[in-house]
């Protein structure tokens, strides 16, 4: 059974950083690209940033680019989100996800979820 749990969630004031790690069981983690999404309230799921199964291809949406590098590491099953310069708008839900396919930037790409982790940051 695949698993996907993610850690490092809660709050913090504006500017202040976090660090989110998705763990993974249950599937060849190395060879499944891997994204963060997020969710605020009374919002869509929205892509955050992904990384291919060999940490050769990343990609980031741009309200979070070169603020929330992800990374990888194969051996340990797990892939980690460094956010960072936190602001109120990155308040919400974070979602680990994974596919066997190539990486992209919509939902329905990925086939394994995590059951999310809130972050929150004050004003």
């Known amino acids: 059974q695949?698993?996907?749990?993610e850690s490092g969630g809660g709050l913090v004031q504006a500017g202040g950083s976090l660090r989110l790690s998705c763990a993974?069981?249950?599937?060849?983690f190395s060879s499944h690209g891997m994204a963060w999404f997020r969710q605020a309230p009374g919002k869509e799921r929205e892509f955050v940033a992904q990384i291919?199964?060999?940490g050769n291809?990343?990609?980031?949406?741009d309200s979070?680019?070169?603020?929330?590098p992800i990374s990888r590491d194969n051996a340990k099953k797990t892939v980690y989100l460094q956010m960072n310069s936190l602001k109120p708008e990155d308040t919400a839900v974070y979602y680990c996800?994974?596919?066997p396919y190539s990486i992209a930037r919509y939902?329905?790409?990925?086939?394994?979820w995590g059951k999310g982790t809130q972050v929150t940051v004050s004003s």
Do not use: P
């Open 107 to 112: 939902a329905s790409r990925y086939v394994y």
């Open 97 to 99: 996800a994974a596919t």
């Open 64 to 68: 979070v680019k070169a603020r929330f």
């Open 52 to 54: 291919s199964w060999s």
């Open 57 to 61: 291809l990343i990609e980031y949406a």
């Open 2 to 5: 695949v698993q996907l749990v």
């Open 24 to 28: 993974a069981s249950g599937l060849t």
